[in-house]
């Protein structure tokens, strides 16, 4: 089945850095989210991106279909920023119904 | 508009006990989704409904049953609760998980089983 990587792993910046987060995947793809889990454990859903770029606030990401990944860009980061960073991704033969989840980068924003 | 609720959002159970895991969706979506989410891990999919009727196994579906009750209910049932099956719970949902899956999470039920 499709294989999902994040790069980083682990990120520590400081407030007002900027970044950017990786996901591979190892097979073309129908979907492709990134969410946000905060400390408190809720996902929040920050871009639905099978193609192309999307720009909301501070964040914004980019997914290269073609060349199997997608990336989260993060600017000026703060304090919220903070918590984990998952990509998820689903084969184009099967639609959404088997969706595979990185393992995240887990970002902390120092003040 | 609530979105997804999940009931229970705590549960300590012992081994060999069994609970139901309840899920709603207001958004009138048409697949819904059971995940695990162990520490430090990714989340992992146990089952899934397409569609209202419709049930079938994802990654991990093995201790678990589902039934889809209606179009807006799907629960997850644990009939004999093993401590390997500590671990958060999300359930999910999406328009049409078949060809658009965005998908929309619950708050999650956090499960210890001793």
């Known amino acids: 089945g499709i294989q999902v990587e994040q790069s980083p792993p682990d990120l520590i910046l400081q407030e007002g850095a900027n970044s950017t987060l990786r996901c591979n995947f190892s097979d073309s793809v129908n979907n492709l989210q990134w969410f946000h889990q905060n400390p408190w454990g809720q996902l929040i859903n920050l871009f639905y991106?099978?193609?192309g770029t999307k720009q909301n606030g501070r964040l914004s990401a980019t997914t290269v279909a073609t060349e199997r990944y997608s990336l989260l860009y993060i600017s000026s980061s703060q304090t919220t920023d903070s918590g984990v960073y998952f990509c998820?991704?689903?084969?184009?033969?099967?639609?959404?119904?088997?969706?595979?989840f990185g393992a995240g980068t887990r970002l902390f924003v120092k003040a | 508009n609530a979105g997804v609720t999940q009931t229970p959002k705590f549960q300590v159970l012992k081994t060999g006990q069994s609970m139901t895991l309840q899920c709603a969706q207001d958004?009138?979506?048409?697949?819904m989704y059971w995940y695990r989410q162990d520490p430090g891990m990714g989340l992992r999919l146990i089952y899934y409904s397409a569609s209202e009727g419709t049930t079938d196994k994802g990654e991990v579906p093995n201790g678990y049953n589902v039934s889809r009750l209606n179009k807006r209910e799907f629960s997850l049932r644990l009939e004999s609760a093993a401590p390997s099956q500590t671990s958060v719970y999300f359930c999910a949902s999406s328009l049409d998980g078949g060809v658009i899956d965005e998908q929309f999470f619950g708050p999650g039920t956090r499960l210890t089983v001793l």
């Open positions: 998820a991704a689903s084969p184009g033969y099967t639609g959404g119904f088997k969706t595979i």
């Open positions: 958004m009138n979506h048409n697949s």
């Open positions: 991106i099978p193609s």
